[in-house]
């Protein structure tokens, strides 16, 4: 059985919704998760867990500082053999996000990225999140899992 961690920043509450329909779709198919605010969170709790999710806003292309410090601090772990995915929240017409460059970070640190960095969009700064994007951040979770089998 996959234990699953889904690490999000948030600063208005769009990307911790997200999360958790990312839960939710995980959930369904039997998976055990748990959702961690990444101010929270401590690097080395991942160690707990065989699947890391993680999320953020994306602020100024790229991800949120509070979520770029967590990444540097899981760079002392060893975390090879673990597997992950990553999402990120963005005005809905922008091209670039924070999902690039956690994904860059998730690979560097060992872990096998098993679907592509995916982007939610939002519709300005504080929100609220595009209709129809939450379930399809359900349907990212559940493509996760799928992987995992
Ligand atoms: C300081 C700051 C910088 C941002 N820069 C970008 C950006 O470069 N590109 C983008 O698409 N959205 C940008 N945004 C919009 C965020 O992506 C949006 O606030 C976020 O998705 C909302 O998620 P949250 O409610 O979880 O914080 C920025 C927002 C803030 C507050």
Known sequence: MHKVVIIYDTWYGNTAMAAEAIGEGMKEAGLQVELR????????????????????????????????????????????????????????????????????SMRELGIDVVVPGTPFRVEAAQGPIVDGELPKCKEFGRAIVRKLE
């Open 37 to 104: 605010r990444v101010k929270d969170v401590k690097p080395e709790d991942v160690t707990a867990f065989d699947v890391i999710v993680m999320g953020s806003p994306t602020h100024a292309g790229d991800m949120s500082e509070d979520m770029r410090s967590f990444v540097t601090g899981l760079k002392r772990l060893t975390l090879e053999g673990k597997k992950g995915a990553v999402f990120d929240t963005r005005y809905v017409n922008e091209e670039v996000g924070a999902a690039v460059a956690m994904e860059i």
